[in-house]
């Protein structure tokens, strides 16, 4: 049985326009932004949720950008 999501992913194609968009309009909370590759992989929370937003595209699935996202559950 899923008791909650850990990650929805959302691939997008410039992270810095991402994270003030759901910073700054939807008061999303940064909880981890750490290099990896030519990006960062960055969590967003909103309020005490244990659900985090990951704004990162892998590499080759740039064609996911605006009508795909990723959910992991535990």
Partial sequence: MIT??????IP??????AVAF????LG??????QP??????IELRAGTSETRVVLFTP????D???????LSSR
Avoid: E, L, P
């Fill in 4 to 9: 909650h999501v850990k990650f929805v992913g």
């Fill in 12 to 17: 997008t194609r410039d992270q810095d326009a």
């Fill in 22 to 25: 759901y910073t700054d309009k």
């Fill in 28 to 33: 999303f909370k940064v909880v981890t932004d």
């Fill in 36 to 41: 990896m590759g030519a990006q960062r992989w």
């Fill in 59 to 62: 590499d080759g699935q740039q």
């Fill in 64 to 70: 996911r950008i605006g009508n795909q996202f990723v």
